[in-house]
T-cell receptor
Framework: AQRVTQPEKLLSVFKGAPVELKCNYS??????LFWYVQYSRQRLQLLLR??SRESIKGFTADLNKGETSFHLKKPFAQEEDSAMYYC???????????FGTGTRLKVLA | KAGVTQTPRYLIKTRGQQVTLSCSPI?????VSWYQQTPGQGLQFLFE???????NKGNFPGRFSGRQFSNSRSEMNVSTLELGDSALYLC?????????????FGQGTRLTVV
């Protein structure tokens, strides 16, 4: 069965500290992996996806097929990074997203 | 472009009633998906429509149904409401024509069943 696991419900870090939000998935085929973010009082929006291999707002994520992981990283957290982060996958050729339960990131001043 | 619009934003219904939620996708987007968001289960996929056809369906009872119109607008219906149906219902649209699988989400409809 397809599944996305985000083990941390809440992650608190100090401003300027490195951040790593963990995401593991299970899927037998070739999924497309995403990170979505929801800032306070805003709608859910795409942060980044593995196929574009880009850095958005200083965040990067590398797909590790051997460990079936897609962890989100940022070297220096900012207060404006405080938000709810969701890891998600879609299966090839579909628009059906499987979401993890989310990790709330709190960046402390 | 205007974003995905969901109406109404808030609903209060009584157990046993039925409810219809509406979603207007971004102009030009033909794929519309629906999700249920609850504190315990997170975001769970309900179904996806493309060109008025349901292409994918999640693991929800038959009380949950949907449809899509020729203008890509979509509605979701829940019949015989249960307390457990209280949730935030999110709609998302995608521009399949570009091959871009990014989902653009609406603000959601918060349904409370009493």
């Amino acid at each position: 069965a397809q599944r996305v696991t985000q083990p941390e419900k809440l992650l608190s870090v100090f401003k300027g500290a490195p951040v790593e939000l963990k995401c593991n998935y299970s899927y037998s085929g070739s999924p497309e992996l995403f990170w979505y973010v929801q800032y306070s009082r805003q709608r859910l929006q795409l942060l980044l996806r593995h196929i574009s291999r880009e850095s958005i707002k200083g965040f990067t994520a590398d797909l590790n097929k051997g460990e079936t992981s897609f962890h989100l990283k940022k070297p220096f957290a900012q207060e404006e990074d405080s938000a709810m982060y969701y890891c998600a996958l879609t299966t090839s050729g579909t628009y059906k997203y499987i979401f993890g339960t989310g990790t709330r990131l709190k960046v402390l001043a | 472009k205007a974003g995905v619009t969901q109406t109404p934003r808030y609903l209060i219904k009584t157990r046993g009633q039925q409810v219809t939620l509406s979603c207007s996708p971004i102009s030009g987007h033909r794929s519309v998906s629906w999700y249920q968001q609850t504190p315990g289960q997170g975001l769970q996929f309900l179904f996806e429509y493309f060109s008025e056809t349901q292409r994918n369906k999640g693991n929800f009872p038959g009380r949950f149904s949907g449809r899509q119109f020729s203008n890509s607008r979509s509605e979701m219906n829940v019949s015989t409401l249960e307390l457990g149906d209280s949730a935030l219902y999110l709609c998302a649209s995608s521009d399949q024509g570009s091959g871009n699988t990014e989902a653009f989400f609406g603000q959601g409809t918060r349904l409370t069943v009493v």
